[in-house]
Nanobody, 129 residues
C-alpha cells in the first residue's frame, strides 16, 4: 500500500505562484512513476505533469507535461523526503481545480488516470482576483 497526502493548495491571484507537495509513505519499491492530475467541475480528471524515476538502464529522472501547463509548472521530487512537488507559476483562473497526486508501479509512465495505482485525496487551488 502507498499513501499520498497533498498540501500547499489554497487561493492565489492570477499571475501568482503556489507549490504543491505530496508526501509519500508506504511500500514504494518499484514505484517508477508519479504524476499530478487536476479536475474541475466541468472537466474530467486530466494529467498535467509526470515524473519517471531513473533506473540502471535509463538513469536520470524524466519529466512530462501537458501542453496547458508546460513552461509554467514544474514537477520534481525529493527522494530523501519522500515528497513530490508541483511548482506552479504564472497561474491563471483556468488553473482553478482540485489537484491530485498519483503514483504507478507500471511503465511506461503516463498521464492517464486509469493507469495510476494510488491517489491522494486532492487539494483545492483557486486562482481568482
Amino acid at each position: 500500500q502507498v499513501q499520498l497526502v497533498e498540501s500547499g493548495g489554497g487561493p492565489v491571484q492570477p499571475g501568482g505562484s503556489l507549490r504543491l507537495s505530496c508526501q509519500v509513505s508506504g511500500y514504494t519499491t518499484g514505484m517508477w512513476c508519479m504524476a499530478w492530475f487536476r479536475q474541475n467541475s466541468t472537466q474530467e480528471r486530466e494529467g498535467i505533469a509526470a515524473i519517471r524515476t531513473g533506473r540502471t538502464e535509463a538513469p536520470g529522472d524524466v519529466t512530462y507535461y501537458a501542453a496547458a501547463v508546460e513552461g509554467r509548472f514544474a514537477i520534481s521530487k525529493d527522494s530523501a523526503k519522500n515528497t513530490l512537488y508541483l511548482q506552479m507559476d504564472s497561474l491563471r483562473p483556468e488553473d482553478t481545480a482540485t489537484y491530485y497526486c498519483a503514483s504507478s508501479f507500471s511503465l511506461p509512465c503516463t498521464m492517464l488516470a486509469h493507469q495510476q495505482d494510488y491517489w491522494g485525496q486532492g487539494i483545492q487551488v483557486t486562482v481568482s482576483s
